[in-house]
């Protein structure tokens, strides 16, 4: 894990994680929508793929997809998008509004259009929310990121909604998270 900032030689931050022998980057927080897109643009130059958590703070999550993102990870954050301002994660304040989100289409038909445009992958990490959920420190209440996922495969292409493939009619779901049970994801 490495802090990068407007300062960060990028070139050079993203020749090193290659020299790792990783096949991608992980974006995780605290990144405004500039950073997001050179990262993106930088490690996509250097031919590694860019996973990013949906919503980085204050990098909202139509900002993500709209850097060009591979994948997107964790099916909740998608409702930041529902979201009054940018929230900072944590705190009631920072909690995908339960009303908005469960709404049918959650509301977010026009970010699940462009991820399907782009060939987005939804890593929806599912079962995080059961086994790791802490009423303490949840961002979604229970049942929300169902709804979401359900939302974006329905707006993918409701006759392949049942289908478990790494591609449901444009929007791409990671094949580890798809089956919702079977998630290896890690919680952050
Ligand atoms: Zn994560």
Redesign the pocket.
Known sequence: MRAVTSRTNLPLAVAEARGTGATGV?L?AELPASLVRAITAEAHRQHLEVWA?AYLHPAKPSEVVAAGVDVL??ACLLGFELSPGMPPLGGESGRVPTEKAMKPGAGLSRLFDEMRRRGSILDATLSIYDRFDDPATRRCAPGVADHIVRAATRRASPSRWARTTTRTGGIRTAPSTWSWSTSSG?P?
């Open positions: 992980k995780y958590h990870s964790h890690e952050e």
